[in-house]
């Protein structure tokens, strides 16, 4: 059964952005491309959830479960824009593209959390309409700032058409700053890496293109762990080869992949204290993907891909999960997209799409409240599968798109532990405008 209270419980999102992409040839050999776009998101997340601090004390009689409830607030607020240069270029044996550029992100976030409103629920004799006052004082009241400056430079080379060299260097500087409104207190952090890749591809002649590519990553970790020290950023490399094949035959390219990646310096929850996050170790994943795109005609298009993953933690600061399976990384992911274009209708080019993906079984990853020194224990997390569909039409100059993810509002089991499990995100639907001037 259900426990909570429903007439309360909401998970409400709105979504608006706003974008332009301008093209400029400056001449047969260059070019200057620039994009920006600005997003507002508002979300409110009121949930009930079992106490897991009075829980624990229950082992005799679990019939009437202590609950606490919380209302979240947020507003996200995005500005980003990117400006590059291209240029073509040739050699005797050689073609080359060059790209030069930089990008700005700019976020801003506002976080409310009320204090939790204690309840309970009987579950031999359930009320879900229960009264319940929520708390007017807040646990978190918070702003953060964050500024991304990023320097990139790319080349595509490709030597006598037979070999392609794709290359390229970005160097990220971050800045953050969060305020605080309940101590009003600020605290900021600073980051900066250069991170690359690179990638060798063979042309042969019967359509075959075996590849080989690595590269490196990024990502900061703002924030620190309950003493006050800051995360140190998570640095990430991977390695992949494989081949692709287009037939001479048909309009289609199927691709094989195996590759691993790997990730040090990753955040999880603090088992000594849920409101705070530790850096404890790292994570490595190898997998085998299988792609296919294909066009039986002009009007349609269909999309397959398999992959299988294999995730561990490694370099635990516990040496208790050193090995154990990565939480949340599926075994197994499927899925099918299809797609028809019905030319020249009275209101453009029609699309019309549906496509079925699947999840696979995997572990999550929470804290044993029950048990002595909180520690981390693995739940099983049953595979499910979601469908999503497509209308979308492009009519002059003007591309009109209405996307429904979840048709069926599918209900699927996430994020399972001792005391609460998570649900598949449900329905959502969008509608997306796009102008050409």
Request: aromatic residues 10%; without cysteine; proline residues 3%.
């Amino acid at each position: 059964m259900l426990i909570g209270l429903p007439n309360h419980e909401i998970f409400e999102k709105s979504h608006k952005s706003i974008g332009a992409n301008f093209n400029k040839s400056i001449n047969e050999d260059m070019k200057f491309q620039s994009a920006f776009r600005f997003m507002k998101m508002d979300g409110q997340y009121n949930f009930s959830s079992p106490d897991a601090s009075r829980l624990a004390l229950l082992y005799s009689d679990l019939s009437n479960i202590p609950m606490e409830y919380v209302e979240i607030d947020s507003d996200l607020t995005s500005f980003a824009i990117d400006n590059n240069l291209e240029y073509k270029w040739d050699t005797n044996n050689t073609s080359n593209t060059s790209l030069f550029g930089f990008d700005i992100q700019d976020v801003k976030v506002n976080k409310r959390d009320s204090d939790a409103a204690k309840y309970s629920f009987d579950v031999l004799s359930p009320n879900y309409s229960q009264t319940i006052t929520v708390p007017t004082t807040a646990k978190l009241n918070t702003e953060t700032k964050s500024r991304q400056l990023g320097f990139y430079a790319q080349n595509h080379m490709k030597v006598n058409e037979k070999l392609v060299i794709s290359s390229s260097l970005r160097y990220d500087k971050l800045k953050e700053t969060n305020t605080n409104r309940l101590t009003d207190s600020n605290s900021s952090q600073k980051d900066s890496n250069l991170s690359g890749r690179l990638g060798l591809v063979y042309l042969f002649e019967n359509g075959l293109s075996p590849y080989i590519t690595y590269s490196t990553s990024f990502q900061s970790n703002v924030g620190s762990d309950k003493n006050g020290k800051k995360f140190e950023p998570s640095l990430g490399k991977q390695i992949e080869i494989g081949t692709k094949y287009k037939p001479k035959n048909m309009n289609a390219l199927f691709t094989l992949a195996a590759f691993k990646i790997e990730q040090e310096k990753n955040l999880a929850k603090d088992p000594s204290n849920s409101s705070f996050k530790i850096q404890q170790g790292d994570a490595e994943v190898k997998g085998i993907e299988f792609d296919a795109l294909m066009s039986p005609s002009d009007a349609s298009n269909i999309t397959i891909s398999l992959a299988r993953l294999r995730g561990k933690e490694t370099n635990m600061a516990n040496p208790a999960y050193e090995g154990r399976d990565l939480g949340d990384l599926p075994k197994l992911t499927a899925s099918i997209w299809a797609d028809y274009t019905f030319r020249k209708t009275t209101i453009g080019d029609l699309k019309l799409g549906a496509g079925i993906k699947y999840i696979g079984k995997n572990k999550g990853i929470s804290t044993d409240y029950f048990a002595s020194g909180r520690p981390q224990k693995s739940f099983d997390v049953d595979s499910y599968t979601l469908t999503d569909a497509l209308i979308a039409t492009s009519y002059k100059n003007t591309d009109i798109s209405f996307n429904v993810n979840n048709v069926f509002d599918k209900k699927a089991r996430i994020n399972n532990n001792l005391i609460q499990s998570g649900e598949t995100q449900g329905r959502t639907v969008s509608l997306t405008m796009k102008y050409k001037f």
